[in-house]
């Protein structure tokens, strides 16, 4: 199955998971550590994202966000490709750090959000960097202390996080530290880190319910909400892909952009993939490799055998590209 498009509108609710490649550290030192928080709070303020939850463990990180008018996408490439330049020089090494594609699942705000602050800064309390929750209160590698008033970071939007709890500061407080205390109990809660229909309808169980009552749910992968949620967020980002379609109907939908494209262009489709080098060729190929990724889900190397180019070729399009919007 190949990886889908990023659903990247501004203004949308992220969960974020990065990870070191092949599980290896991220940070090594609490001067690592300075460095990532102060990098994510600097591009945040940049780029006009909003920053609701975080937690930096030692091998990955989770973010719950709200992308700014650039998306997502230009905010994790500042924040992962600076970080990683620098954690580089440090320690003299080469290629890459993270993990080439981090995980982001679009979530519906109104179900989920709390349960996802909680979730996230929980997540040092699990792992036993922190060894109860009042010394996760004064944590200085979770956003949960900043939601506390214990540490301070301009840049997070503790006053949003507290909203839900009430209007006065200090009963706010008290509210979503209970609230967090609670939902230390529950464990992992692994629907929190994906989306799909098992998850949107709540578990096998209903699943099963809605295929004996014939019942469609929309879902997605890549959004954690209902059918409705799902299918609104589709729509609002011209997603042409609206629910996984298997590899062969990709490739058949690429297949048809590329004879409609070359015939409106009158390119013969020989030339645009023998590499022909004349520039209504070129431009046609920087198109259409943006459109097979950004919008079909295909993989770049499946995008490139369509277009008579290499997989780093389509990679550097999409990338330039992603930078200029």
């Not at 979770?142 to 009430?166: E, P």
């Not at 469609?216 to 980002?237: C, H, N, P, Y």
């Amino acid at each position: 199955m190949p990886r889908g498009a990023r659903l990247d509108a501004p203004g949308t609710l992220h969960h974020v998971m990065v990870r070191g490649i092949e599980g290896n550290n991220i940070v090594a030192d609490d001067e690592d550590r300075r460095y990532f928080v102060s990098r994510m709070g600097m591009v945040a303020a940049a780029t006009g994202t909003s920053i609701y939850a975080w937690a930096l463990m030692t091998n990955h990180a989770h973010i719950l966000l709200k992308s700014g008018s650039s998306g997502l996408s230009i905010f994790m490439r500042r924040l992962l490709t600076g970080y990683a330049s620098r954690y580089n020089r440090r320690y003299k090494r080469h290629g890459h750090l993270f993990q080439n594609r981090y995980k982001s699942i679009v979530c519906e705000e109104e179900p989920y959000f709390l349960r996802l602050v909680s979730y996230i800064h929980l997540n040092p309390l699990r792992a036993g960097l922190a060894e109860s929750i009042d010394e996760l209160e004064s944590y200085l590698w979770s956003g949960h202390a900043v939601v506390m008033n214990k540490v301070r970071h301009d840049w997070q939007d503790r006053g949003y996080v507290l909203g839900y709890f009430g209007g006065r500061e200090s009963s706010a407080r008290k509210a979503y530290a209970d609230f967090v205390a609670t939902e230390s109990g529950l464990g992992r809660q692994p629907e929190l880190t994906g989306g799909g229909l098992i998850r949107s309808v709540g578990g096998w169980s209903e699943v099963k319910s809605l295929r004996k009552r014939a019942e469609k749910q929309f879902s997605d992968e890549r959004i954690l909400g209902s059918g409705e949620f799902v299918r609104a967020m589709l729509d609002e980002t011209e997603d042409l892909v609206k629910e996984r379609l298997p590899a062969q109907s990709i490739e058949a939908a690429a297949n048809e952009r590329l004879q409609e494209a070359c015939g409106k262009a009158g390119i013969v489709i020989q030339s645009l993939q023998g590499g022909s080098r004349m520039k209504a060729c070129s431009e046609l190929r920087k198109r259409l490799a943006i459109e097979y990724v950004r919008e079909l889900g295909m993989t770049y190397a499946g995008a490139a055998r369509l277009l008579g180019i290499s997989a780093a070729a389509v990679n550097n399009i999409v990338k330039r590209w992603e930078i200029k919007v």
